[in-house]
């Protein structure tokens, strides 16, 4: 099975920097993702790493270590629209075979306060 | 937008009732995803469909079924309804196979169960 753990909540100020971290347990590792989900709305992707390493993407990077079954998210230069759940998603071979379901931690709520 | 369409946006029945939640994925994407989500749970994986086939199967209850037409869109069915059903119900759909292949998710349907 698969067990993935994030921080409940978080504040941070705006033109901050934050890390929000997520451990996870697979059977079958097969790539991970972040989404931000704004109440109420559909999570919308973010990034997504299968090696080890750090993508960045404007103000938003992701980190991944598959031999710690760890990742991070960092959000630089905050701004208040940035307040929100992130979500970590790992794609799991135990599922199913070809490993493309997508199984959610439940999220961390980022607070941005000015 | 997303490309992912979900109907109805709301949906407010009665205990012990049925209702259909319907999804149009992303053109070109074969795969489709459910999902519900309630305040305590976070965003929990149901079941998967891939070009009209079920996939992968996550904690779907016995009361709940799923099927794709072939015309790729998706419908949700949820019978003997409880309060604890309440809850937001998303579809995502993806581009079945390779890797970096996120899902994209639809506005959701809101059910209440009174």
């Known amino acids: 099975g698969q067990n993935i753990d994030q921080p409940t909540e978080m504040t941070a100020t705006e033109g901050a920097i934050v890390q929000i971290n997520c451990t996870y347990q697979?059977?079958?590792?097969?790539?991970l993702f972040w989404y931000q989900q704004h109440a109420g709305e559909a999570p919308t992707f973010l990034s997504y790493n299968v090696l080890d390493g750090l993508e960045e993407k404007g103000r938003f990077s992701s980190f991944l270590s598959r031999s710690k079954g760890y990742s991070y998210l960092l959000l630089k230069e905050l701004q208040m629209k940035d307040s929100a759940s992130y979500l970590c998603a790992v794609r799991d071979l135990g599922i199913d075979q070809a490993g493309t379901a997508l199984i959610f931690g439940k999220g961390t709520t980022l607070s941005v306060s000015s | 937008d997303s490309g992912v369409t979900q109907t109805p946006k709301h949906l407010i029945t009665a205990t012990g009732q049925r209702v259909t939640l319907r999804c149009s994925p992303r053109s070109g994407d074969l795969s489709v995803y459910w999902y519900q989500q309630s305040l305590d749970q976070g965003l929990q994986f149901l079941i998967q469909?891939?070009?009209?086939?079920?996939?992968a199967k996550g904690n779907i209850l016995e009361r709940f079924s799923a099927q794709q037409f072939p015309d790729l869109h998706s419908e949700l069915n949820l019978s003997s309804l409880e309060l604890g059903d309440s809850a937001l119900y998303f579809c995502?759909?993806?581009?079945?196979?390779?890797?970096?292949?996120?899902?994209?998710f639809g506005q959701g349907t809101r059910l209440t169960v009174v």
């Open positions: 995502a759909s993806s581009v079945f196979g390779g890797e970096g292949t996120e899902a994209f």
């Open positions: 469909y891939y070009n009209g086939e079920e996939r």
């Open positions: 697979t059977s079958g590792f097969n790539g």
